[in-house]
């Protein structure tokens, strides 16, 4: 495993291997990298010879300075951590910030209409950070596949749309959420959760698990009832105290309001913030490999 710091190397690197013949794949991180980090990493294995990590706390896709400080960052355990892995990535890069903006951002990609909703409502100019800095990375890394976990599934589709819209040969792969054996996502932010806030934010999967098993019981008559999914989760919520920044059933595609009565599949998303610490999930109910992590739970 190489670790590279310019884009220079980046693109020398890729193309010693694309002279071999290899497949190149890509897995954008911020680092404090986990399982859910890893398992992106083992996906990009099964579609191509030649594994880019990218480990970058890229800042304009923060919207609160705070926030950009907190972020855990933990480069030496993240290059251990693949470097442990049965088959280590071929690269990693991890650019400094002046690296990838060595002048202020002029130049910004914004996806219209899908970055409204959602995280899009409460975080400013975050996806088009996010899809800005993903941009520069296909740009620099050229794969053929790059990989995304549907956790971030607005970012997921986010990216698959500026991919399709930008006509970027590549192809976009998103990885099922990896969770914690009591249901909790797998997150770089899980570190900054007291053992205490930890129990408080197990509502999350709960409640996401309460929407599956409301859609299990909606199914057999006509499409999925968003209203009473989300209630059905909403009720978990409040029996644990946790005051959502968002709860909504919405279409998994437009990321919109599900057409009326007639929906087979529903993306129920939930963002909280839980002891200082901001969180979010989602699960795809009516897609039974999405519900059944969560449907195992007690
Ligand atoms: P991040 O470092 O949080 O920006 O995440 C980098 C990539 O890892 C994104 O594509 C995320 O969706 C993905 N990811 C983060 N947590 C998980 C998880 N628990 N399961 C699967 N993918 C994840």
């Known amino acids: 495993m190489e670790q590279l710091t310019t884009i220079d190397a980046v693109r020398a690197h890729v193309a010693a291997q694309r002279r071999a013949g290899a497949r190149v794949a890509l897995v954008p991180t911020m680092g404090a990298l986990h399982e859910g980090h890893l398992a992106l990493v ?4 099964r579609h191509a010879e030649v594994v880019i990590v990218s480990i970058f706390v890229n800042p304009t896709q923060f919207d609160r300075a705070d926030d950009l400080e907190a972020y855990p960052r933990d480069l030496p355990g993240d290059l251990a951590a693949l470097r442990a892995l049965p088959t280590p990535p071929s690269g990693v890069f991890t650019p400094a910030v002046g690296e990838l903006y060595p002048t202020a951002p002029r130049t910004r990609v914004s996806v219209a209409g899908l970055t409204d909703g959602l995280c899009g409502a409460s975080r400013p100019g975050h996806f088009d950070g ?6 520069k990375l296909l740009t620099i890394v050229a794969p053929d596949v790059a990989v995304f976990g549907r956790k971030d599934r607005q970012q997921l589709e986010v990216i698959r749309t500026l991919v399709a819209d930008l006509d970027l040969p590549v192809t976009v792969l998103g990885v099922p959420t990896v969770r914690d054996p009591d249901g909790l996502a797998r997150s770089s932010r899980n570190r900054r959760l007291s053992p ?3 129990q408080v934010a197990l509502a999350l999967p709960r409640s996401l698990a309460a929407a599956a098993r409301a859609g299990v019981a ?4 006509g499409g999925l009832d968003p209203t009473a999914i989300a209630a059905a989760a909403q009720q978990v919520l409040a029996t644990a105290g946790v005051q959502p920044e968002y709860l909504e059933a919405v279409d998994p595609v437009t990321l919109a309001p599900p057409p009326d009565g007639t929906a087979v599949r529903l993306l129920v998303a939930v963002a909280a913030v839980i002891d200082g610490v901001r969180l979010i ?15 195992a739970l007690a």
């Not at 083992?42 to 294995?45: L, S, T």
């Not at 996010?130 to 941009?135: D, G, L, M």
């Not at 999930?281 to 992590?293: K, S």
């Open 42 to 45: 083992e996906a990009a294995q």
């Open 130 to 135: 996010v899809a800005t800095v993903v941009t």
């Open 196 to 198: 205490a806030a930890r």
């Open 218 to 221: 909606s199914r057999g008559g």
């Open 281 to 295: 999930d989602n699960v795809e109910v009516g897609d039974p490999d999405d519900e059944a992590a969560l449907l």
